[in-house]
């Protein structure tokens, strides 16, 4: 099983960036897809998640209405567009599946947002 983030970088304040996570061995398409962060210093934490068929997504309100969580099943592969970024959003950002009693993590890809 893998997944392997890409697309992470150093980005200005109100910049965007788009993340991809590539999966491979195990049926992706029958996975809830999950991005959390982490800060140093701090917990990891939820930003977006999305059903297996990806007709229904979730977000924190931190990150509501700037983060956007897709997925294409036929190239087993789960993005997270984030727009207006702000420094805050600095964190290492890793891809979860998670399926009843599984559950799978990257190994994460770093996102700074400074000027």
């Known amino acids: 099983v893998q997944l392997v983030e890409s697309g992470g970088g150093l980005v200005q304040p109100g910049g965007s960036l788009r993340l991809s996570c590539a999966a491979s061995?195990?049926?992706?398409?029958?996975?809830?897809m999950n991005w959390y962060r982490q800060a140093p210093g701090k917990e990891r934490e939820l930003v977006a998640a999305?059903?297996?068929?990806?007709?229904?997504?979730n977000y924190p309100d931190s990150v509501k209405g700037r983060f956007t969580i897709s997925r294409d099943n036929a190239k087993n592969t789960v993005y997270l567009q984030m727009n207006s970024l702000k420094p805050e959003d600095t964190a290492v950002y890793y891809c979860?599946?998670?399926?009843?009693?599984?559950?799978?993590w990257g190994q994460g890809t770093q996102v700074t947002v400074s000027s």
């Open positions: 979860n599946a998670y399926r009843s009693l599984y559950e799978y």
């Open positions: 061995g195990f049926t992706f398409s029958r996975y809830v």
């Open positions: 999305i059903s297996s068929a990806g007709y229904s997504t």
